[in-house]
C-alpha cells in the first residue's frame, strides 16, 4: 500500500476562481480514499461555493478567518499537522501571496506554517498565467521545493480558450497521491525538462486498417506524473493513448512510428532526459493503399511486405548531448537470461544510459496496472524492481534518472 492510502491529514485550499466548484470533485476523491479533509477556502472563493457545500462535503468546519476557534491556534495548528496542503485552485492572488509570504487570511497563514509537502494547481486566464509577475511567483515557490502544476490547454470563462484551466481532478488527484508517496523528499527534478514517450504507434496498411500493438500508454502516463509531482517540465508524446491527460504535462499526439520519431527528436532537442517508453512499431507496411483492400471470393490474401521503420532510441543515442540522459526501453518474451543478453546489446547500440527490461504478453503488462522491470546501465549491475504499481516503478527508475543529473546545471 501506498503511503498516501494511509494519510490521513489533507489541507484543501480553495482559492476565488470559477473552477473552484471543480474542487467538489477533488475532494470527494481525497474522503472517499480515507483521507481526513479540512477545507479552508478564501473569502473570495465563497462566492463561488458556500461553507456549507465544503463543511458537508468533508465533515469538518470551514472558515477563512484566523480569529475562528481561536483556542485552537488553526492558523498554526491546520499546517502544522497536515501531510499535505494542495490548492486548487491556485489563482494568481494566491500564489503572489504565497511567494511574497503574506498572512492575511487561515489559507495564507497555513501556507506559511505547513512543513510538509504543498501542492499548487494554479486556474485562471491565459494573460494572467502568462504575466512577468506570475512567472516569477512560480518559480520563486518551485524554487523553495513546492510542486506548481502546469495549467491545462481548454475552454476558460467566457469564450476564452488557452492555457489557465484547471486540469481534471481525477489527475489532480493522481498526482497527490504521487507527491504524497515522497513525503520526505524535496521535488528533484526541478528546472529539469523530461521527455516521456507513451502508447503504441499504428501503420496504416489502408485507410481501415493497421499494424499495431498491445501498448496502453499505462507506463509512460505514469513516467508523466511521476516527473511532474518531482517539480520537472514535462513533455508526453503520445501515440494512439487513450488515457485521461496527466496533470501538468504538455502533450503531443501522434500516430505512426515516424510522427512519433520526428516529435520526439523535437522535443528532445531541449530536454534533460528521455524517457522512451512508448511501444513504436518496427515495422511498417512498404505500400500503403489509398483505397479498402477487398476481400474476393475464391482469391488469395493479399501478401504484405514489410520494411524497417527507424530506431528513435538509437536516433537519440546519437544526437545525445553531454549531461542529457537516455531511457530505453527492452520489452522482451524470452526467459531472463536471453532478455538480460538481447537487453545489453540494445543498451549499447541505442548509447542508452539506462534500459528498462520487462516482460510483455497477452496477459502481462499490457494493460495492466501494475509492472515489474529489471534496469541495467553500463556500469551499474542489474537493479531488480518488483511487482509494484507503475507509478512506483516509475518513481524506482526516475531515481536513477535524477542521479545522474545531480551533477549538471538544469535546463530551466
Same mark, same amino acid.
Given at each position: 500500500?501506498?503511503?498516501?492510502?494511509?494519510?490521513?491529514?489533507?489541507?484543501?485550499? *480553495?482559492?476565488?476562481?470559477?473552477?473552484?466548484?471543480?474542487?467538489?470533485?477533488?475532494?470527494? +476523491? =481525497?474522503?472517499?480514499?480515507?483521507?481526513?479533509?479540512?477545507?479552508?477556502?478564501?473569502?473570495?472563493?465563497?462566492?463561488?461555493?458556500?461553507?456549507?457545500?465544503?463543511?458537508?462535503?468533508?465533515?469538518?468546519?470551514?472558515?477563512?478567518?484566523?480569529?475562528? &476557534?481561536?483556542?485552537?491556534?488553526?492558523?498554526?495548528?491546520?499546517?502544522?499537522?497536515?501531510?499535505?496542503?494542495? *490548492?486548487?485552485?491556485?489563482?494568481?492572488?494566491?500564489?503572489?501571496?504565497?511567494?511574497?509570504?503574506?498572512?492575511?487570511?487561515?489559507?495564507?497563514?497555513?501556507? +506559511?506554517?505547513?512543513?510538509?509537502?504543498?501542492?499548487?494547481?494554479?486556474?485562471?486566464?491565459?494573460?494572467?498565467?502568462?504575466?512577468?509577475?506570475?512567472?516569477?511567483?512560480?518559480?520563486?515557490?518551485?524554487? !523553495?521545493?513546492?510542486?506548481?502544476?502546469?495549467?491545462?490547454?481548454?475552454?476558460?470563462?467566457?469564450?476564452?480558450?488557452?492555457?489557465?484551466?484547471?486540469?481534471?481532478?481525477?489527475?489532480?488527484?493522481?498526482?497527490?497521491?504521487?507527491?504524497?508517496?515522497?513525503?520526505?523528499?524535496?521535488?528533484?527534478?526541478?528546472?529539469?525538462?523530461?521527455?516521456?514517450?507513451?502508447?503504441?504507434?499504428?501503420?496504416?496498411?489502408?485507410?481501415?486498417?493497421?499494424?499495431?500493438? !498491445?501498448?496502453?500508454?499505462?507506463?509512460?502516463?505514469? $513516467? &508523466?506524473?511521476?516527473?511532474?509531482? !518531482?517539480?520537472?517540465?514535462?513533455?508526453? *508524446?503520445?501515440?494512439?493513448?487513450?488515457?485521461?491527460?496527466?496533470?501538468? &504535462?504538455?502533450?503531443?499526439?501522434?500516430?505512426?512510428?515516424?510522427?512519433?520519431?520526428?516529435?520526439?527528436?523535437?522535443?528532445?532537442?531541449?530536454?534533460?532526459?528521455?524517457?522512451?517508453?512508448?511501444?513504436?512499431?518496427? =515495422?511498417?507496411?512498404?505500400?500503403?493503399?489509398?483505397?479498402?483492400?477487398?476481400?474476393?471470393?475464391?482469391?488469395?490474401?493479399?501478401?504484405?511486405?514489410?520494411?524497417?521503420?527507424?530506431?528513435?532510441?538509437?536516433?537519440?543515442?546519437?544526437?545525445?548531448?553531454?549531461?542529457?540522459?537516455?531511457?530505453? =526501453?527492452?520489452?522482451?518474451? &524470452?526467459?531472463?537470461?536471453?532478455?538480460?543478453?538481447?537487453?545489453?546489446?540494445?543498451?549499447?547500440?541505442?548509447?542508452?544510459? +539506462?534500459?528498462?527490461?520487462?516482460?510483455?504478453?497477452?496477459?502481462?503488462? $499490457?494493460?495492466?496496472?501494475?509492472?515489474?522491470?529489471?534496469?541495467?546501465?553500463?556500469?551499474?549491475?542489474?537493479?531488480?524492481?518488483?511487482?509494484?504499481?507503475?507509478?512506483?516503478?516509475?518513481?524506482?527508475? +526516475?531515481?536513477?534518472?535524477?542521479? !545522474?543529473?545531480?551533477?549538471?546545471?538544469?535546463?530551466?
Amino acid at each position: 500500500m501506498e503511503r498516501s492510502e494511509a494519510v490521513t491529514e489533507v489541507v484543501l485550499g *480553495v482559492s476565488g476562481g470559477i473552477a473552484a466548484y471543480k474542487a467538489c470533485e477533488l475532494l470527494r +476523491l =481525497f474522503t472517499e480514499s480515507g483521507h481526513r479533509v479540512r477545507v479552508v477556502p478564501t473569502a473570495s472563493a465563497l462566492k463561488f461555493v458556500g461553507a456549507p457545500t465544503w463543511a458537508a462535503l468533508s465533515g469538518q468546519p470551514v472558515s477563512t478567518e484566523v480569529w475562528d &476557534a481561536v483556542h485552537e491556534v488553526p492558523h498554526v495548528r491546520l499546517g502544522q499537522r497536515a501531510d499535505l496542503v494542495v *490548492v486548487a485552485p491556485a489563482t494568481a492572488d494566491v500564489l503572489a501571496k504565497a511567494a511574497t509570504g503574506q498572512a492575511d487570511d487561515l489559507l495564507t497563514n497555513t501556507l +506559511l506554517t505547513a512543513r510538509c509537502p504543498v501542492m499548487y494547481v494554479p486556474a485562471m486566464h491565459t494573460e494572467m498565467w502568462e504575466h512577468p509577475a506570475t512567472v516569477e511567483n512560480v518559480a520563486t515557490l518551485r524554487r !523553495r521545493g513546492a510542486v506548481v502544476i502546469e495549467p491545462a490547454v481548454g475552454r476558460l470563462t467566457g469564450v476564452d480558450t488557452g492555457k489557465g484551466r484547471l486540469p481534471d481532478p481525477a489527475e489532480i488527484f493522481a498526482m497527490a497521491r504521487r507527491v504524497l508517496a515522497r513525503p520526505d523528499q524535496q521535488p528533484d527534478l526541478v528546472g529539469r525538462h523530461v521527455v516521456v514517450t507513451a502508447g503504441g504507434t499504428r501503420e496504416p496498411i489502408d485507410p481501415v486498417r493497421f499494424i499495431g500493438n !498491445r501498448s496502453s500508454g499505462k507506463q509512460g502516463y505514469a $513516467f &508523466a506524473r511521476a516527473a511532474v509531482a !518531482r517539480g520537472a517540465r514535462v513533455t508526453i *508524446v503520445s501515440a494512439n493513448v487513450a488515457l485521461p491527460a496527466p496533470a501538468g &504535462a504538455d502533450i503531443v499526439r501522434v500516430g505512426t512510428t515516424e510522427e512519433l520519431r520526428q516529435a520526439t527528436l523535437k522535443a528532445a532537442e531541449e530536454a534533460d532526459a528521455v524517457v522512451m517508453a512508448a511501444a513504436p512499431c518496427d =515495422f511498417r507496411p512498404e505500400h500503403y493503399e489509398a483505397e479498402k483492400i477487398k476481400k474476393r471470393d475464391g482469391a488469395d490474401a493479399p501478401t504484405l511486405r514489410l520494411v524497417a521503420n527507424p530506431d528513435i532510441a538509437a536516433e537519440l543515442g546519437a544526437r545525445k548531448r553531454p549531461g542529457q540522459v537516455l531511457v530505453a =526501453f527492452a520489452a522482451e518474451t &524470452a526467459a531472463e537470461p536471453v532478455a538480460l543478453e538481447n537487453a545489453r546489446e540494445k543498451l549499447l547500440r541505442k548509447r542508452a544510459d +539506462l534500459i528498462v527490461v520487462n516482460e510483455v504478453g497477452v496477459d502481462r503488462t $499490457f494493460g495492466a496496472d501494475t509492472n515489474a522491470a529489471i534496469v541495467l546501465g553500463p556500469e551499474i549491475e542489474p537493479i531488480r524492481i518488483g511487482e509494484r504499481s507503475k507509478e512506483e516503478l516509475a518513481d524506482a527508475v +526516475l531515481d536513477l534518472v535524477s542521479g !545522474r543529473l545531480c551533477h549538471t546545471p538544469g535546463a530551466g
